[in-house]
């Protein structure tokens, strides 16, 4: 049974740095494309970073580009988020999604409406 936990989250100043994790369980990992989501306060969850099976291709939403870092170790069976000049806006719960994508090692993201979610972890960036 695919099961996957988040880790990491917290409280942080504007400016500062998190990083979040996420254990897939139940599953061979390297079967999966991984994206990393956020729900804000008020807003719709919104996809902020997918990484292929491989490692091979990353996406990213362009309000984090060149801040967030997705990485994964497939031999641990885990999954990163770097997360570095983190902003107010950045506030929100982070959940990651795995989804067996049919389309190959290169796929960086889980498609819309498939896969399986984190109970997610909770990201505040204030002073």
């Known amino acids: 049974q695919l099961q996957l936990v988040e880790s990491g989250g917290g409280l942080v100043q504007p400016g500062g740095s998190l990083r979040l994790s996420c254990v897939v369980s139940?599953?061979?990992?390297?079967?999966?494309?991984i994206g990393w989501f956020r729900q804000a306060p008020g807003k719709e969850r919104e996809r902020i970073s997918c990484?292929?099976?491989?490692?091979?291709?990353?996406d990213y939403a362009d309000s984090v580009k060149g801040r967030f870092t997705v990485s994964r170790d497939n031999a641990k069976n885990m999954v990163y988020l770097q997360m570095n000049s983190l902003r107010p806006e950045d506030t929100g719960v982070y959940y990651c999604k795995a989804d067996r994508t049919p389309y190959g090692p290169n796929w960086p993201c889980p498609r819309p409406g498939l896969g399986s979610w984190g109970q997610g972890t909770q990201v505040t960036v204030s002073s």
């Open positions: 139940g599953v061979t990992l390297d079967n999966y494309s």
């Open positions: 990484i292929s099976r491989s490692s091979s291709a990353t």
